[in-house]
């Protein structure tokens, strides 16, 4: 298991370094391949026996390895869906040239070379051991995805990209902070010099001082959180979200936000046990709520579809956040099946909306029409993906937010009123923007400009990921395997301090 | 040399030293400012001929101006040669009459010499005159919160506001001088300083150009006697600020500590020795530095504000 | 005469708050900048100050560790960090100056403000640490809050980037006063991160200034809803 664990690291570096030197397509298949080897790998670790897995700086428990499923699940697909999105722009350059065609090499490379490069940092920080390797981890992920949203080297993706990397290094600046502050707790009862592992503080929390542990953790969530696209630092999440690549976009809302959440949570276990529950839950609360009215009132009135799935991002971390601020076990377990719903159905509904605005050539949700009759399978996948978002049964997320609301009246009950009529409204605007999309005919005067565009095929590529998704969707809405179950279970217990 | 002064006679010593030494550090630093622009520069003694020369001509008044006008140069003067009763100037301990006032008392009565001047100078009529004495009081208002902060910070560092207990808990020992709350004070207070003299980078010393003029503007109408003594009250002015910089804040040290003559005598020539040091570095910034425009002297005072605050701040939140 | 009201702090303490203070006055400095060169040169100053903050504190409490942390330090941010702003710079010799939101006395009030409510909100923590004294942590967090203000109020990348270089700085300011035991290899890992950073802020001022020709955001503003 060990073995495991450090191959988990080790594989996505490799594919990153062998696309520096690797062919095109050798270095697309090397990432798929690394990326189907890291899904494997995060599945052999479900079965390790014991509460978690150490190897030196390594350390995996119940709790990451649900965060290193939602990264280990969406790294393949975005890989082989990028080969599918890749292939129209080289029959496109092919066409114009060989200047063209050096150019999109170049671009391809860098491509693969940073998708495989931001998936082992997003790997890595759920696997690391410790407060202040979580915190290197979560900014190499910023400044790599940042070059990553840059790449398209437009206007919009450099605006977008320059206030990312800024909002978001600034809050990881705050989550510096914070990691300092719980060094200085920790050093009180741990002494100088010690590296901020999560088994030793967590079993010193409750001795420690609870001033530097408060402040950490009200600094953790607003540093982190800025990742996470928590109100009211959550500015640059529609931005980059809407202006990066469609598989970027997938990797930024699927993985990357949840896994700065995760760090929230490392630091809501310290701080449970050295405050109580009340003060970081209703912290948490608070930050979920304010995301979710903010997320379900720009979700009602959205001109862009990627910008509409971004600001669904922000209500569904804002879900995670009051979930979590519930502190009842189910609504924790919820959280963590939410966690990895919304890797596959947000996964699903950022590759399909590429396809659509490859096929359409626009973003803008007035002028996408006819969705359903131009895209035989991309149109109802997406619909799937979207009804799954909006927590309709028989998707994961109405299992997981069905779980969080029980378990929310039985703590919180103004919150989980509160997250029920917010939910509702947010659904209202997603559903009712994707399905004009999708069943609105089309207007004839639009017809002319978008010909040219509809020619180009969908590959195969882009749909099988979506596919996989799909079935992802629904096993773990219908029935999860015990195994995971019981992983949830595990990590739902770690996270309520094993009440 | 034994010889043991009364203390009153101490006191006035304070005071003549100041109303003499005022013109050489004046002289000095024109010299310097004249040898580092190559050029020759005036005499050392210069501000003593001027002085004899301006007591011996005739005065004019304007038409407009009332009695005031003449008696304003002597009010300011009187003022100026006031403060040196109150602060350490020649002894390390209180004189007789040093009680009297504390910092804020000297700073209300340098503000008050410097209001009659402008008050004159209004009175004229004369463009130039209101000109400088309406921007010296605009500024003046800036630059008198950063004064009152370097004032608050004295007190809580020694719980009083008595000039001669932050001397005394200066020269205390190193880890007094080395405070944050003290640098920063003694920064904002030189650079009230600059201001307050007239100095680049707020204004050029001597120059003539009418409309970059602050201090130097008020004095236009006045002539003979009553020019003599605006000058002699800006140089005495210059010099108490001098002092109180040195010998409360900088460099309190050189001070004698008895009333005995050749103590005091010491400490005459240690004090100007002093600001004569201060003067050459002043000298340098005023020949290193370009003026600042007049809307950027609010800059200017708001970076004094900015040290002085924070002077406070490290001190009175952060208990340095 | 010896009636002092307050505890006096020892000389060490003395030397390192007043180190402190460099850090926040120099945090002020870049605030007044307008040449966006003298900008990344203060933040060489600071930072050399921060190593210098370093060594007192490997020298006053005998923390050796500490030794090749500022010399890292120094490395990195007084020399490469802005060796290569400054090579950026004269790529894109664009502008020379930055321009900000509110006029500069405005700025420095504005920071005064939210630096005393820094000063004020430490304070109230009573965070005592017993390798430097906690004024220097109330200015620590005073140079991250004026950082963030010089990130806001002004209008170019070279000026944001060197906000957050600086925010950086303020936190190792912060790192210095109560978490100066940590391990050296977090540290260098944290400085290796922040090299990384500075890479990749800087791959994006130039893609920015190829875009637009120019190191003003004022036109990045077609995101927004």
Redesign the interface.
């Known amino acids: 298991m060990t073995t495991a664990l450090v191959l988990l690291v080790i594989v996505p570096l490799a594919a990153t370094v062998a696309c520096v030197w690797l062919p095109l397509r050798a270095a697309q298949a090397a990432t798929l391949a690394s990326g189907l080897v890291s899904l494997g790998l995060v599945l052999t670790l479900l079965w390790a026996p014991g509460q978690s897995v150490e190897a030196g700086w390594l350390m995996v428990d119940p709790l990451s390895l649900v965060f290193l499923l939602a990264v280990g699940f969406l790294y393949p697909a975005v890989a082989a869906y990028s080969i599918g999105y890749l292939a129209d722009e080289a029959n496109a350059a092919a066409a114009a040239g060989p200047q063209a065609q050096a150019d999109f090499e170049r671009y391809a490379r860098r491509f693969s070379l940073g998708l495989n490069a931001f998936a082992w940092a997003m790997l890595c920080a759920p696997a690391v051991n410790g407060l202040?390797?979580l915190?290197?981890a979560i900014?190499?992920t910023?400044?790599?995805s940042?070059?990553l949203v840059?790449i398209d080297?437009t206007?919009?993706a450099?605006?977008?990209?320059?206030?990312y990397?800024?909002i978001a290094?600034?809050g990881l600046?705050?989550g510096?902070?914070a990691t300092?502050?719980m060094?200085?707790a920790g050093?009180q009862v741990l002494g100088?010099?010690?590296?901020?592992a999560f088994a030793p503080l967590l079993q010193h929390a409750a001795q420690l001082p609870a001033?530097?542990v408060r402040?950490a953790f009200v600094l953790a969530v607003l540093g982190f959180g800025t990742k996470v696209g928590l109100f009211p630092v959550h500015t640059w999440l529609?931005?980059a979200h809407?202006?990066a690549p469609s598989p970027v976009s997938a990797l930024l809302s699927g993985a990357l936000l949840v896994v700065s959440f995760y760090a929230i949570l490392r630091y809501l276990q310290v701080a449970q046990l050295t405050l109580g529950a009340q003060f970081p839950h209703d912290v948490l609360l608070i930050f979920g709520v304010a995301s979710l009215a903010l997320a379900a009132l720009?979700l009602l009135d959205?001109?862009?579809l990627k910008?509409l799935l971004a600001y669904s991002s922000v209500e569904h971390m804002g879900i995670l956040a009051i979930g979590v601020g519930f502190g009842a076990p189910m609504a924790a377990a919820g959280v963590l099946l939410h966690v990895l719903g919304h890797a596959a159905a947000k996964g699903n509904a950022f590759m399909g909306a590429g396809v659509l605005v490859r096929r359409f050539g626009t973003k803008d949700l007035h002028r996408l029409r006819g969705g359903l009759d131009a895209l035989r399978w991309t149109g109802p996948l997406l619909l799937l993906a979207v009804l799954a978002l909006s927590g309709m049964p028989p998707f994961a997320l109405f299992r997981s937010e069905f779980q969080i609301v029980v378990g929310g009246f039985t703590t919180s009950a103004w919150a989980a009123a509160a997250l029920v009529g917010l939910v509702v409204i947010a659904f209202a605007g997603l559903a009712g923007s994707i399905t004009s999309v999708l069943f609105r005919p089309r207007v004839a005067a639009d017809d002319q400009d978008e010909v040219a565009a509809m020619s180009r095929a969908g590959s195969g590529w882009m749909l099988a990921p979506v596919i996989a998704g799909v079935v992802v969707l629904i096993v773990l809405g219908v029935h999860p395997p015990a195994v995971l179950s019981d992983l949830l279970a595990r990590g739902a217990a770690e996270l309520t301090g094993g009440q | 040399m034994n010889l043991v002064l009364p203390l009153p006679l101490v006191q006035a010593l304070q005071v003549l030293t100041i109303a003499l030494g005022a013109p050489l550090v004046t002289g000095v630093i024109a010299t310097a400012e004249g040898r580092l622009q190559g050029r020759r520069g005036p005499r050392l003694l210069q501000p003593y001929h001027d002085l004899a020369k301006l007591f011996g001509k005739e005065s004019l008044a304007p038409t407009a101006s009332g009695l005031f006008f003449v008696v304003a140069p002597f009010l300011a003067l009187g003022c100026y040669l006031t403060v040196p009763l109150l602060i350490p100037v020649l002894t390390s301990y209180p004189l007789p009459l040093g009680d009297m006032g504390d910092i804020l008392g000297g700073s209300f009565i340098l503000s008050l010499g410097s209001f009659v001047v402008a008050v004159a100078a209004a009175e004229t009529g004369d463009p130039y005159a209101q000109l400088g004495s309406s921007r010296s009081k605009t500024f003046g208002a800036i630059t008198e919160p950063v004064m009152l902060l370097v004032v608050f910070t004295v007190a809580i560092v020694t719980g009083t506001d008595l000039p001669y207990v932050l001397g005394a808990t200066v020269r205390s020992g190193p880890d007094q001088i080395v405070r944050p709350a003290h640098l920063l004070v003694s920064a904002a207070l030189f650079m009230v300083i600059l201001f307050e003299t007239g100095r680049i980078p707020v204004e050029a010393h001597g120059s003539t150009t009418e409309l970059g003029m602050i201090e130097e503007a008020r004095t236009f109408e006045h002539s003979g006697p009553f020019l003599a003594a605006l000058r002699w009250g800006s140089w005495v002015k210059q010099l108490v600020l001098f002092t109180i910089f040195l010998n409360v804040f900088v460099a309190p040290w050189g001070m004698s500590a008895s009333a005995r003559l050749g103590d005091v005598t010491l400490a005459m020539v240690a004090l100007l020795a002093k600001a004569l040091v201060l003067g050459l570095v002043i000298a340098v910034i005023d020949t290193s530095f370009a003026k600042l425009r007049l809307f950027k002297i609010t800059e200017f005072v708001a970076a004094a504000f900015l040290l002085a605050v924070l002077g406070l701040f490290t001190l009175y939140l952060g208990g340095g | 005469m010896t009636d002092v009201t307050q505890s006096v702090p020892g000389l060490y303490d003395g030397v390192a708050s007043s180190i402190a203070v460099v850090v926040l006055l120099l945090e002020f400095l870049m605030l007044r900048a307008a040449m966006l060169r003298a900008q990344v040169r203060l933040y060489a100053v600071q930072s050399f100050a921060v190593s210098l903050l370093a060594v007192a504190v490997a020298y006053g409490r005998d923390v050796p560790e500490l030794y090749v942390l500022a010399a890292l330090s120094f490395l990195l941010k007084a020399v490469a960090v802005p060796a290569v702003l400054l090579r950026l710079m004269r790529n894109a010799d664009a502008e020379i100056a930055g321009s900000g939101v509110l006029g500069v006395a405005s700025e420095v009030l504005v920071s005064i403000v939210v630096a005393g409510v820094g000063f004020f909100l430490v304070g109230q923590l009573g965070i005592e640490s017993d390798v430097l004294p906690s004024a220097a942590l109330s200015l620590s967090v005073a140079v991250v809050l004026v950082a963030f203000v010089l990130m806001i109020m002004r209008r170019d990348v070279v000026s944001q980037a060197v906000g957050f270089f600086s925010l950086e700085n303020g936190v190792s300011l912060a790192s210095l006063v109560v978490a100066a035991g940590m391990p050296l290899i977090l540290e260098v890992a944290f400085l290796f991160d922040l090299l990384v950073a500075v890479v990749v802020f800087g791959v994006l001022m130039r893609l920015h200034h190829a875009r637009t020709q120019s190191l003003s955001t004022e036109m990045l503003t077609r995101l927004r809803g």
């Not at chain 1, 450099?158 to 206030?163: N, Q």
């Open positions: 202040a390797l915190w290197v900014e190499v910023t400044v790599i940042a070059l840059a080297a206007d919009g450099t605006e977008a990209a320059w206030k990397v800024l290094s600034s600046g705050i510096l902070l300092v502050f060094y200085y050093a100088q010099s010690y590296d901020l001033t530097p402040l529609p931005d809407s202006e720009y959205q001109r862009d910008r």
